[in-house]
C-alpha cells in the first residue's frame, strides 16, 4: 500500500490519492512511500529514502504521520529511533465509500474523495486553498563549514606563500655561501679511516687540556681533582660536585688531544677504586654521549665494575677533542658524587693529510665546548 502524509494538515493519504481527504490540499506532487510485504520491491531507486512510523492510535480516528526522512545525501544518519507501531493496522479499516461526483471508491474513514477531493457525503468540491507563497530569500551568515572552508583555504595560502619566500631566502644563503647552508658545510672534508696507511696498535692519545663542569673541592686533606683521571693510577680519582650534579647528571668532561687524531677507544676506570667501600660509596658513569669534530655523536655504555675497560667506538672517528656527557650512572650507596679513577683514549695519531682534514673539519664544525 502507498501512504504519505499531506504537507498542508499531515493528515495519512493512501492508496493514489490527488487530494487530501480532510482539507482537499492537492498531493499529486508529494513524494508516496510504501507500507506492506511489497514496500522495497516497489520503492524508486532515485528517490530519497522514507521511514514511515506512526504513534499508537487512541482511537479510530488517530492521525499517524511521516515522522523522518533521510536523504541519501547523509546515509549514516539513522533518524529518530521507530515506535514498534504495525501502520497497517493504522490505515486499515473495513467498507468502503462511493464519491458521489466522481463514483471512486474511498475508505469510510474518508471524509473528501480521494479522486476529486469532494465531501463523500454530499458530493461538493471545496475551493483548494490557494498555494503558501514563499519568504524572499534573505543573505545569511556562511555556515561554520563554510567559513571553516574559507579560514582554510586562507591559511594554507598564507603557508605556501610563506613557504615560497623561505625557500628563496635558504637559495639566496646557499648561493651566497651565508648560514649554516652555505658552502663551508658543503666543503666539510670526508673523514674516512684507512687502516693500511696506519700500521700497528693503538696507543694512548697524549692530551692538552682537560676540563669538567665540576669538581668536588678538597676536604679533610683528600684531593679529587680532575687531574687525578689521568695519572695512571687507580687509587686516585677525579669526583665531581654532588651537590652541583647530584650523582653526575649532566656532567661534562672535555678533553682537547695534543694532535689530531683517529680515536678508536676509551679506556675508563668506573668509579673511587682507592678500596670497595669507597668504589661502592660514589656513583659510577653508565650511560655517556661522546661527541667530537664533524657533529660526530656515539653513545657509549660502561659496566659498574673495578678495574679498567675499554669501550671501542664503532669506527676511529678523527677529531682535535672529545667532548663527554654524562646521561645516567650509578648511584652511590652513601654519596652523592660521581667518581672517575682512569680515563684514556686510545687510537692513532693523523698524519700530515689527515692532520690537515682533521683542523679543516674543527673549524667548520668543532667539538661543542
Known amino acids: 500500500m502507498t501512504v504519505t502524509a499531506c504537507p498542508e494538515c499531515s493528515a495519512v493519504l493512501e492508496g493514489d490519492a490527488n487530494f487530501c481527504h480532510a482539507c482537499g490540499a492537492d498531493v499529486r506532487q508529494v513524494t508516496r512511500a510504501m507500507v506492506g510485504p511489497d514496500a522495497t520491491e516497489q520503492k524508486p531507486p532515485d528517490e530519497a529514502e522514507t521511514t514511515v512510523m506512526a504513534s499508537t492510535p487512541a482511537d479510530a480516528d488517530a492521525t499517524t504521520r511521516l515522522a523522518h526522512v533521510h536523504s541519501d545525501e547523509d546515509p549514516t544518519d539513522p533518524g529518530p529511533p521507530p515506535v514498534n507501531v504495525d501502520v497497517t493496522e493504522v490505515l486499515t479499516t473495513a467498507g468502503s465509500v462511493v464519491c458521489p461526483s466522481c463514483g471512486a471508491p474511498n475508505s469510510s474513514r474518508r471524509a473528501l474523495c480521494g479522486r476529486c477531493g469532494a465531501d463523500l ?20 551568515e556562511p555556515r561554520a563549514s563554510e567559513r571553516d572552508r574559507a579560514t582554510r583555504g586562507r591559511t594554507i595560502a598564507i603557508i605556501v606563500a610563506a613557504g615560497v619566500l623561505i625557500g628563496g631566502l635558504i637559495g639566496a644563503a646557499v648561493a651566497l655561501g651565508l648560514g649554516p647552508l652555505g658552502d663551508d658545510d658543503q666543503k666539510l672534508p670526508a673523514a674516512s679511516f684507512d687502516a693500511s696507511t696506519y700500521d700497528g696498535d693503538a696507543t694512548v692519545l697524549p692530551l692538552l687540556e ?4 665540576t669538581v668536588l673541592p678538597p676536604a ?22 654532588g651537590d652541583t650534579n647530584p650523582n653526575g647528571a649532566g656532567e661534562v668532561i672535555r678533553v682537547i688531544l695534543s694532535s689530531p687524531a683517529w680515536v678508536t677507544e676509551i679506556v675508563l676506570g668506573n668509579g673511587d677504586q682507592a ?73 692513532h695519531v693523523a698524519d700530515a693529510a689527515d692532520a690537515v682534514r682533521a683542523k679543516e673539519r674543527a673549524r667548520l664544525a668543532p667539538t661543542p665546548g
Open 220 to 241: 679533610g686533606g683528600v684531593n679529587m681533582a680532575r687531574e687525578l683521571m689521568f695519572d695512571g693510577d687507580l687509587d686516585t680519582a677525579w669526583s665531581n660536585s
Open 210 to 213: 682537560v676540563a669538567t663542569s
Open 275 to 347: 678500596d670497595p667501600a669507597a668504589f661502592a660509596n660514589r656513583a659510577r658513569l653508565h650511560r655517556v654521549t661522546a661527541r667530537v669534530d664533524g657533529n660526530v655523536v656515539v653513545g657509549l655504555v660502561f659496566l659498574d665494575t673495578q678495574g679498567q675497560q675499554a669501550v671501542r667506538f664503532p669506527e676511529p672517528v678523527l677529531t682535535t677533542a672529545v667532548r663527554l656527557e654524562v646521561n645516567e650512572t650509578f648511584e652511590g650507596a652513601s654519596l652523592s658524587d660521581l667518581a672517575i679513577s682512569e680515563l684514556s683514549f686510545r687510537g
Open 121 to 140: 457525503r454530499t458530493g461538493e468540491i471545496a475551493p483548494r486553498p490557494a498555494p503558501r507563497a514563499m519568504a524572499p530569500a534573505t543573505p545569511t
